[in-house]
């Protein structure tokens, strides 16, 4: 009994270190895209996240925008939605077309989740939502996916994962491709640039928002036709960058150092940008809604 349930939580985390990194940004990306969000708040948003999160998160949605990645074995109906797959080499992406899960299971993907998440957060206010919907967890779902949905390998290509079987060195260390975007890239950054120091290249990264980035970054956050949620752009803008820089000089069996690390590292940071800005504007407009204010 002992050794059996020994073999099994070896196995477990065995398991758990292949299938690490199939799921989103690793934790620092995450927490990078919250805390961009986070400072862009308004009050009333900023008022409405604090009283979603548990006690214990201290109002700081950052800490806990890794959990969906934490639960994903326990809520198991929800690894499908950090990702979507699209066809191999179209480099484009269609919601009817993509977003469902391996057994077909319409709206099962990172788009769909987004849509679902913003829908429940929408209804903060109505008794049937705290009746039916776990808002907390909401909250944690749409933070975490619209940070997956930027990672352009989380829209790539179906027959690869998303390169989770494109198997490359990153400078002596044997990965895969997924990873090197979920974490890698990241890392390395952190080493060379920012001494180890995530808030660092959070504050870098902000320095960048402000200073304009490029001219439209006052636009990042607009949703056509004042949706309150627009995820598909973000997934097509994912699997161009996808073809264009994160599977360009990437063959399976190649070593990536400096020329593809420094030339992909600002499209990591941009994504990252862009996810923060985008979080936050959702957030935004889902609690600034006139029944919020009016509850309030
Ligand atoms: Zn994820």
Redesign the pocket.
Known sequence: MGGNGFLLAWRFVVLLQLISGV???GKEG?YATCKIAEELLTEDAKAVVKHLLPDYAGGDLASLCSW??EIRFHYHWSAAL?YVDTPDFKCNYEYCRDCHDSSGHKDMCVTGAIYNYTRQLEAVGDSYAITNYNLTEALLFLS??V??VHQPL?VGFTGDLGGNTVIVHWYRRKTNLHHVWDNMIIDSALKTFYQSDLSQMIQAIQRNITDGWSNDVPSWGDCASNKTVCPDPYASESIKLACKYAYRNATPGSTLTDGYFLSRLPIVEKRLAQAGVRLAAILNRVFASPKQTARE
């Open positions: 799921l989103g940004w995450h969906p990645d950090h975490h996916f940070g997956d989380h």
